[in-house]
């Protein structure tokens, strides 16, 4: 009997493994797609950051993702979200 129990408690944690590892990939995704899509914005507040070694270490970050947003027409999706459907949750 103790067996059965130890491979039903088995099989419910490698199913609750699956459940997280998912939980984790859906996470990456979606603050790369909100990184990606804010990412010219993002280089815009960094550049205004008081000069020093934060400053460098996040504009020299958000530079080459800020060019590729830019280049692949995410900066306006951002911006038209934010025309339509930020100008109604903000008002």
């Not at 998912?22 to 960094?46: D, I, K």
Request: aromatic share 8%; hydrophobic share 50%.
């Amino acid at each position: 009997m103790e067996t059965q129990n130890q491979m039903n408690r088995a099989a419910r944690t490698a199913a609750r493994t699956v459940c997280v590892g998912q939980a984790w990939t859906g996470l990456l995704v979606f603050y790369a797609v909100a990184w990606m899509l804010n990412a010219a914005a993002l280089h815009r507040n960094n550049e205004h950051l008081p000069f020093g070694p934060v400053r460098t270490f996040w504009v020299t970050v958000s530079e080459p993702a800020a060019r590729m947003s830019t280049a692949l027409g995410l900066d306006r999706i951002r911006e038209g979200l934010a025309r339509t459907a930020g100008a109604a949750v903000n008002q």
